[in-house]
């Protein structure tokens, strides 16, 4: 029926993924989601009126959409050897994963040589804005999908952009990762230093809020750490070590500055660190 909303299957309902689908059952989308480690996820979206598929295959041959939400480029393009022979024409994947824009346009060809649309749309957002439908989405599309991935993405998002064609919202996401991330670096390296040299945190952190250093990055990690909550910023160590080696690719001989923020990451990934919140990086390794 014209005007009918897409039916939509989401493979990677986790933490972030399962918040985007309740938005699209709220929204009145039928959904299909493969299953997912964190059970108790899936579990409250089948509750809500969701489907689970038996396989990758089979949900991407039975829905308009595909909504993708896993760790890396790896992921994706495993997910393309899976659900590739399923796609027909008029079908689209929109990616939400943090992903490698060199493998966001090698699986948008192969999507488009079967007839279908590829998306890519990260968020920026945690797990409680993805429930509540206040995610921002970074989309890289060609113009003429636009409106088309929009209505499906803002369920979800508070804010939806356009910045280029397939790839350039990955770009876009890695830059703002890049930030954020290499923010968190900083502030680290700030902090652990200042409790080594004595500097009141507090008094600090009153001083930077009020300033040009003030950031939704330092709000968020170093104000719960002054209470002694060091998981503020619910972002894994591994994840940002992935954005910002994905950066780093990208960008290029002018990755100067991403290169040093991805190298203090990586040895925390070294170090058996990675799957801690990066705001664990301001706690010294004694407390």
Known sequence: MTG???????????????GMAACLLRAGH?????????????DCLIADGAEEAGSAAE???????????????PAIEACADKILPALT????WIDATTSDPAVTRRVAAQVAAQGAVFADAPV???PAQAEAGELASL?????????????VVSTYSRVVRRFGDVGAGHTAKLMNNLVTQGTMALLAEAYTGARRLGVDWQALFDVMGTGAARSGTLEKAVGPALKGDFDGSRFTIRNAEKDLRYAVETLGADAELARAAHRILARCVDAGRGEEF??????????
């Open 4 to 18: 009918a909303k897409p039916a939509i299957g989401v493979i990677g309902a986790g933490m972030m993924g399962g």
């Open 30 to 42: 039928r959904v299909r989601i493969l299953p997912h480690r964190s059970r108790r996820v899936i």
């Open 59 to 73: 949900l991407a041959g039975s829905v308009g959409v595909i909504l993708t939400c896993l760790p890396d480029g």
């Open 89 to 92: 024409a008029g079908r689209m």
């Open 124 to 126: 920026t957002g945690g």
């Open 139 to 151: 989309v890289g599309c060609p113009a003429a999908e636009f409106e088309r991935v929009s209505a």
């Open 278 to 287: 990066v705001s664990r990086m301001l706690q010294a390794r004694s407390e």
